[in-house]
């Protein structure tokens, strides 16, 4: 039976979210054991609160108009509580950042870029974005290493990772 549930839950963990890239990938939450408790996909992020502002990028040759949800509110949606957020991507690349550094409005989960969703190719379908023109403070390495694309998973990172 163990091999068994082994085996879905590699699965689970590895086929699926691959197999669901070429559509539409959601962004899971994630509790301190790994379980996913809660998928987030893009029509449950339309339906909050959206934030959209301009901006250039140290990534897109223009500038570009980001939309999607402020970080604050999807962790508030989530329910996520703790002091650092551990954010994982479709490519493995992962990131921890303090809660306390997560301001009201940014970053923002985009889910949109130039009012378009963004294929995984083109860093979607969710990507962590700062105004990066609005202040020196977020341009900084922090920062980018922060604004982590293919988003597609937020836990709440426990001591020993
Ligand atoms: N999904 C994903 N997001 C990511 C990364 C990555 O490898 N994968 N690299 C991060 C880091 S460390 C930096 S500094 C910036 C800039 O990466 P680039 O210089 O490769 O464009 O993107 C961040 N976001
Ligand atoms: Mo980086």
Do not use: C
């Amino acid at each position: 039976m163990s091999v068994l549930r082994t085996l879905l839950f590699a699965f689970a963990v590895t086929v699926l979210p691959v197999a669901l890239a070429a559509g539409d990938v959601p962004l899971s939450v994630r509790d301190s054991s790994n379980a996913v408790v809660q998928r987030f996909a893009l029509a449950d992020l339309d339906a909050m609160p959206q934030t959209r502002f301009e901006t250039s990028t140290i990534w897109t040759e223009d500038t570009v108009t980001f939309s999607g949800v402020a970080l604050s509110v999807l962790i508030r949606e989530a329910g996520l509580k703790g002091e650092t957020l551990h954010l994982t991507a479709l490519n493995d690349y992962e990131i921890d950042l303090p809660v306390a550094e997560i301001g009201p409005d940014y970053p923002v989960v985009a889910t949109r870029m130039n009012g378009r969703t963004m294929s995984v190719r083109n860093k979607g379908p969710f990507w962590v974005v700062y105004p990066y023109d609005a202040d020196p403070a977020f341009r900084t390495e922090t920062v980018y290493a922060r604004s982590i694309w293919q988003l597609t998973d937020l836990a709440v990172a426990t001591p020993d990772n």
